[in-house]
T-cell receptor, first 115, second 111 residues
């Protein structure tokens, strides 16, 4: 089975712009979670989608949004980019009903730099 | 105080040594995960624990729910074990849950 893929792998944007990141989960996985990793804050949970519905959300402003399509692929959007949004954005998929009792499989991440 | 605390932050060992990384948390949890992150960013899930102990090869993970503490042990450490090890807890709360991460432990194993 192919692993979790994320595109693009690297991205440079300027303040005020918006960005869309994409995540394709492992075939058959319906749960996709998104995380932000920065040197200062470490890993932080953004949100989780399951069967096209946002099921859980972390403590991030409304500029961070996402969606999931019927094929389980997910996109994350950040509007009005700020310098502090520079980070590694990781997505992870899990099988079954998702949630805390299923192993998470992580993608390689998208490195976003905001200038 | 962070909800999830890991210790030590940095750990240097010689090949063959027994390694212990600790994780303490302050909230009720449904499950705890140990993750491994190599330079370059790739993260691999090592264990998911809700009670007791799990073993996979040279890695052992334990959790004490009453004491809100988990440990990750590496026996016969090897330079390829060099990575950041991250503890993550799922806070319980019905169908809604929240995943909180520790800051990670940077392990360097020297040959």
């Amino acid at each position: 089975k192919a692993g979790v893929t994320q595109t693009p792998r690297y991205l440079i944007k300027t303040r005020g712009q918006q960005v869309t990141l994409s995540c394709s989960p492992i075939s058959g996985h319906r749960s996709v979670s998104w995380y932000q990793q920065t040197p200062g804050q470490g890993l932080q949970f953004l949100f989780e989608y399951f069967s096209e519905t946002q099921r859980n959300k972390g403590n991030f402003p409304g500029r961070f949004s996402g969606r999931q399509f019927s094929n389980s692929r997910s996109e994350m959007n950040v509007s009005t980019l700020e310098l502090g949004d520079s980070a590694l954005y990781l997505c992870a998929s899990s099988g079954g009903t998702g949630g805390p009792y299923n192993e998470q499989f992580f993608g390689p991440g998208t490195r976003l730099t905001v200038l | 105080k962070n909800e999830v605390e890991q210790s030590p932050q940095n750990l240097t060992a010689q090949e063959g040594e027994f390694i212990t990384i600790n994780c303490s948390y302050s909230v009720g949890i449904s499950a705890l995960h140990w993750l491994q992150q190599h330079p370059g960013g790739g993260i691999v899930s090592l264990f998911m624990l809700s009670s007791g102990k799990k073993k996979h090869g040279r890695l052992i993970a334990t959790i004490n729910i009453q004491e809100k503490h988990s440990s990750l042990h590496i026996t016969a450490s090897h330079p390829r074990d060099s990575a950041v090890y991250i503890c993550a807890v799922f806070n319980s709360g019905g169908s809604n849950y929240k995943l909180t991460f520790g800051k990670g432990t940077l392990l360097t194993v020297n040959p």
